[in-house]
């Protein structure tokens, strides 16, 4: 059902309010360079720091901008599962296309209790939803075999699997066979999971490259491997520069390098240090970015 480059675009900031301006201009700018939908209050776009108000404003602003050229997946995760489906029905409300879901973060529930959020939001819910698995940041693996119990949901459509493991990955696809989609959640590993299976990345680095994550995608589409392996290659240090510091740091950090919009993070994030933002800067430059 979502396939491609599907960005997980940031929350521009100014003053600590969203700049409401600027995402509507940076929703442009991926739909010109051929980005195939977009993830709003993901981790990238600091759904952590938003409030309730602002969360569905962000999804709002970007529905309304996308205006329904490309899918819109909203960020609607949350360690309550309550709350993750309050959260998910405004966004069906809104109109979004789609909805992702974070594992349940600080709590460590078990595989069971994973399989029961998942199972109580896609039962509440009734919008495509993708799971959402990225151990680093939440403390919980979502394992291949309660992915693929999971996978009997008809809401379940796909998951995000950021393990940065093509084993876990292989495993997913092996399991549930057509039953739902992989998505890659790592850039820097989106061609040899395509060439396991997977359908395309929700990506950090296409807030800066949208033309080349989409070209590397359309070029395995279009059977062109040596193209897509070659752009795997040519992108893998701005991929890597991504996460000199968390995300998303460094993809604020160059997109204010770039002008398109402040480079400003919420607390507890802190902006990038002098030899980390000197490093990223190198980089850019390297890519003819700035």
């Given at each position: 059902?979502?396939?491609?480059?599907?960005?997980?675009?940031?929350?521009?900031?100014?003053?600590?309010?969203?700049?409401?301006?600027?995402?509507?201009?940076?929703?442009?700018?991926?739909?010109?360079?051929?980005?195939?939908?977009?993830?709003?209050?993901?981790?990238?776009?600091?759904?952590?720091?938003?409030?309730y108000q602002e969360h569905d404003r962000v999804i709002e602003i970007v529905i309304h901008q996308v205006n329904k050229r490309v899918?819109?997946?909203?960020?609607?995760?949350?360690?309550?599962?309550?709350?993750?489906?309050?959260?998910s029905g405004h966004a069906k409300k809104l109109g979004a296309d789609g909805c992702l879901l974070v594992t349940p973060y600080y709590?460590?529930?078990?595989?069971?209790?994973?399989?029961?959020?998942?199972?109580?939001?896609?039962?509440?819910?009734?919008?495509?939803?993708?799971?959402?698995?990225?151990?680093?940041?939440?403390?919980?693996?979502?394992?291949?075999?309660?992915?693929?119990?999971?996978?009997?949901?008809?809401?379940?459509?796909?998951?995000k699997e950021a393990t940065g493991s093509l084993q876990q990955a292989s495993e997913i696809l092996d399991l549930c066979g057509d039953?739902?989609?992989?998505?890659?959640?790592?850039?820097?590993?989106?061609?040899?999971?395509?060439?396991?299976?997977?359908?395309?990345?929700?990506?950090?680095?296409?807030?800066?490259?949208?033309?080349?994550?989409?070209?590397?995608?359309?070029?395995?589409?279009?059977?062109?491997?040596?193209?897509?392996?070659?752009?795997?290659?040519?992108?893998?240090?701005?991929?890597?520069?991504?996460?000199?510091?968390?995300?998303?740091?460094?993809?604020?950090?160059?997109?204010?390098?770039?002008?398109?919009?402040?480079?400003?993070?919420?607390?507890?994030?802190?902006?990038?240090?002098?030899?980390?933002?000197?490093?990223?800067?190198?980089?850019?430059?390297?890519?003819?970015?700035?």
């Open positions: 059902m979502f396939k491609g480059s599907i960005v997980a675009i940031v929350t521009p900031f100014t003053n600590g309010a969203v700049d409401e301006e600027k995402l509507r201009q940076l929703v442009e700018f991926q739909i010109e360079n051929g980005t195939d939908a977009i993830v709003p209050c993901g981790t990238t776009g600091e759904s952590s720091t938003l409030d899918p819109v997946i909203a960020g609607t995760g949350s360690n309550s599962t309550r709350e993750a489906i309050e959260i709590n460590k529930p078990t595989q069971e209790g994973l399989y029961r959020h998942y199972s109580a939001v896609a039962e509440a819910v009734a919008i495509p939803q993708i799971l959402y698995n990225v151990p680093g940041r939440t403390g919980v693996n979502l394992l291949p075999e309660t992915v693929a119990r999971l996978s009997a949901h008809s809401n379940i459509v796909a998951i039953k739902i989609d992989v998505l890659s959640g790592d850039d820097f590993i989106t061609f040899p999971m395509m060439a396991c299976g997977a359908k395309g990345v929700i990506s950090v680095t296409a807030n800066i490259m949208p033309k080349e994550i989409a070209s590397l995608v359309d070029a395995f589409y279009a059977g062109d491997m040596e193209t897509a392996r070659q752009l795997h290659l040519k992108t893998l240090k701005i991929n890597n520069a991504m996460f000199i510091e968390s995300n998303p740091v460094p993809v604020k950090t160059a997109l204010g390098l770039m002008g398109k919009c402040s480079d400003e993070v919420r607390l507890p994030l802190a902006p990038m240090s002098d030899a980390n933002k000197a490093k990223l800067a190198a980089i850019m430059k390297e890519y003819k970015l700035i």
